[in-house]
C-alpha cells in the first residue's frame, strides 16, 4: 500500500488516501494532503464520500462488514457543513437587502428636521430651535443647562421628573435666568439628571434639517445634516 492510495477488496480497486480520509474523518499527516482538504468544498466532499462508500459497499468482506452508523455520521457532518455554507450565503444576501431598505428610507428624510444627538441651539429673532434630551432611564429631576459662545452659562430650565425616552422641547422662549431675551446667535446645552441623588445619563439632542444620505463605516447610510453634522440613521430620536 502506497502513502497516497488504498487497496479495497478482492478485486484490486483502488482509492486515494484523501477519500478515506474523507470516510473515517481523519487528516493525513503530510501538508499536500492537508493543502488539498482544505480547498474542497463541503459539497465536493459529500460527492466524494459517496462515491468512496458505494465502492467500500461493493467490495467489503462479509465477515467484516462496514460500520453504517459512523458511515451514515460522517455524512451528515458533511452534509450539515454544506447547509451551513448555504446559510452564511442566504444571511449576507439578507444583510444587504436590509441595507438598500434603510437607504431608502434614509432617502425620505431629506428636508425633514430631525432631532438627532448634538448640543447646539439657534437663537433668531426670539425664538430658538427645537431641542431635547434622551434618557436611558427614568430620572427624579432633569435639568438643561444653555451656555453662550463664551461658555457662561445664561439659563438652566428645570424640567423636573421625567420618563426614559426622548424629551423633546419645543416653544422654550430664549431668556436668560432674569428674563432677558437672549441675542441672536449659537448656544450649547448639556443636560443633568439625576436618580435617588446620582447622576444618570442624558443625552442632548439638537434638531436640524436633512440635506443628503451618505455611506458612513461599515456601509450604514447616514444624514448630513444642515448644522454640518453627520448622524447614523439609527440615531435619529424623533422627526419634526
Known sequence: ??????????????????????????SSSSSSSSSSASGTSASDMQNTFL???VTQLKNQDPT????????????????????????????????TQLSAGQQTQAALLIG????APGSNVTVS??????FGVQLANDVSDLQI????????????LDLGAQGAGVVPVSGWKPVDSKGNTLADGSYTIT????????QATATTLSASQVQ?????????PGLKLANGSTVALTSVASIL
Open 191 to 198: 443636560a443633568q439628571g439625576t436618580i435617588n441623588g446620582q
Open 125 to 130: 429673532s426670539g425664538a430658538s430651535s427645537s
Open 145 to 156: 443647562v444653555v451656555k453662550n459662545a463664551s461658555g457662561q452659562i445664561v439659563n438652566t
Open 51 to 53: 462515491t468512496l462508500l
Open 64 to 95: 467484516n462488514p462496514a460500520d453504517s452508523s459512523q458511515m451514515t455520521s460522517q455524512l451528515a457532518q458533511i452534509s450539515t457543513v454544506q447547509g451551513i455554507g448555504q446559510l452564511n450565503t442566504s444571511l449576507s444576501s439578507l444583510a
Open 112 to 115: 425633514s428636521n430631525v432631532l
Open 1 to 26: 500500500m502506497s502513502s497516497s492510495s488504498t487497496t479495497i477488496g478482492s478485486n484490486g480497486t483502488t482509492v486515494s488516501q484523501t477519500l478515506l480520509d474523507t470516510m473515517n474523518g481523519t
Open 212 to 220: 443628503s444620505v451618505v455611506q458612513m463605516s461599515g456601509g450604514a
